[in-house]
């Protein structure tokens, strides 16, 4: 459909109705920001220790039931541990105090009572609610995998449903399914059914992020379409998620928070009679009378006159003819290039999203407020959007790609470094590296847009967005890894973020070129002499090093 923009072209750029269209889709996404980490609330698990389940029990005695173990080079009452209770009774019947026996002598023995919870901070979460501590600690990460499970699912079955329902339809069934499913959700029973319910939320949450974009895409001026698919879309996503702490401070226990999320969507319901179908996507069905309408309309909203045969004969059948040119996922692996470059973006999402979305989780488990580093986590991103998008205008895509992702791995790096006593310091690094983060997360975007041809962009875009859903999936359980040391995490998702900026030394440049439109014209990876030089340099500087080692 390569004339369409010619024979739409006296809508002009910024017309009114491009304008409206644009904030309305953007205020779509700030949905998005906050039904998409409100298990970072939800899921996060409050201090709790045994229950001492005897009121026979002196204070005293009560306090000493539970034994004290190192944490992080801390000292801290035990979580899953208590002494014998039995033993304790005992003790006291025979009129012991505490300090009168040697308390490490007493056997000690799970947490058979169930557990206490702090409710200074969350009045009741899914973690409280069904005990998913110690042994069932586990649940947690895995509860968040099922949300981008989900999204594994969506990101596969999207676009098959809006290119056959059409984009609007589709949007809005998202947007009414992804409530239902949270409103259902603050009603379970159980962990198992929170899950599947969960997992559910991210198969509708991404069928509407996507279809949004690529209505977007569709729909707007070309002006406006760049905006919207490099800043927009990110940044409304960035309001939502700056909104979700407030609420979440206001509303803390866990099903009324799901509910008022739920609710929230009612604001959505007036923009089904404003926001239109994609007249690109009627024109493909062969519905041209429809498409002029949408046109028509937009003429007249953006004060200018229509011609009075808008779209031509040819551009239809033209649009038919794309319908029957079909391609699979086997053809982004048929030839070796196309298969190292598919291979190399994969790498560059998963570990991308890795990064991402375990420094989105762990914001509750930094020392301070869980709320403002919430809020703290999304503000970082505003400025990561706007200078990324900046860049990606003016700067070749490889180098800002592998300077972001060092940086976003270098700062975690530099967590361990930091003592106990300096965690503003360490809070700090891990803002700096989600920023690093957050810019990759932008330029990964338009990467493989611009690798991929024509032909098969869509295929393409949709294998990354697949390798990303496994990254994000991974995520929960390297964050869950800070249970058995807390610097673990950032060591291993630095050390695979500044791997991955290697990837793109074989990766061809994108910036400035024509964008390929067949698979002739498709640039080649650079592998050979990408990889001399590779050698070459780091031999010089492991020379360098050698020689400045010998002088010592």
Known sequence: MGNYDEDTAFLGQK?????????????????????????????????HRCRVADGNLTEEWMKASIPNETVHGKPQPSQCWRYSLEAVRNLSALGYSPLDVNLTDITLERCVDGWSYSTEIYHSTIVSEWDL???????????????????????????QLSDRFGRKKVLFASLAAEALAIFAQSFSDSWLLFCVLYFFVGTFQISLYITAFVLGSEVLSK??????????????????????????????????????????????????????????????????????????????????????????????????????????????????????????????????????FGLSLNTTNLSGDPFLNCFLSAVTEVPAYIVSTFLLKSCPRRPVLSAFLVIGGGFLLLVQLIPESLQTLALALEMAGKFGFTMSFTVVYIYPAELYPTVLRNLGIGMCSSAARVGSITAPYVIFLGTFNKYLPYILMGSLTVASSITNVFLPETFEKVLPETLEQMQKCKRTENLFLFHQHHTTLLSAGIRDSQKI
């Open 133 to 159: 501590v110690c042994d069932g600690e586990w649940r947690v990460p895995f509860a968040t995998s099922t949300l981008y499970m989900g999204y594994l699912l969506g990101s596969l079955v999207s676009g």
């Open 15 to 47: 017309g009114p109705f491009f304008v409206i269209l644009f904030f309305l889709l953007n205020a779509i996404y700030i949905s998005t920001g906050f039904h998409g980490l409100y298990i970072v609330f939800v899921g996060a698990s409050p201090s």
């Open 223 to 356: 002006s406006l379409r760049v905006l919207f698919t490099t800043l927009g879309a990110f940044l409304h996503y960035c309001i939502g998620y700056m909104v979700l702490p407030w609420i979440a401070f206001a509303v803390r226990d866990w099903r009324s928070l799901l509910r008022v999320l739920s609710g929230l969507t009612v604001v959505y319901v007036p923009l089904w009679w404003l926001i239109p179908e994609s007249p690109r996507w009627l024109l493909s069905q062969g519905r041209v009378l429809e498409s002029e309408a949408i046109v028509r309309e937009a003429a007249k909203k953006n004060k200018v006159t229509a011609p009075a045969l808008i779209f031509s004969q040819s551009e239809v059948k033209e649009a038919a003819a794309s319908q029957n040119s079909k391609y699979s996922a086997l053809d982004v692996l048929r030839t070796s290039d196309i298969r190292k470059t598919t291979f190399l973006c994969l790498l560059l999402w998963m570990a991308i999203n890795i990064g991402y």
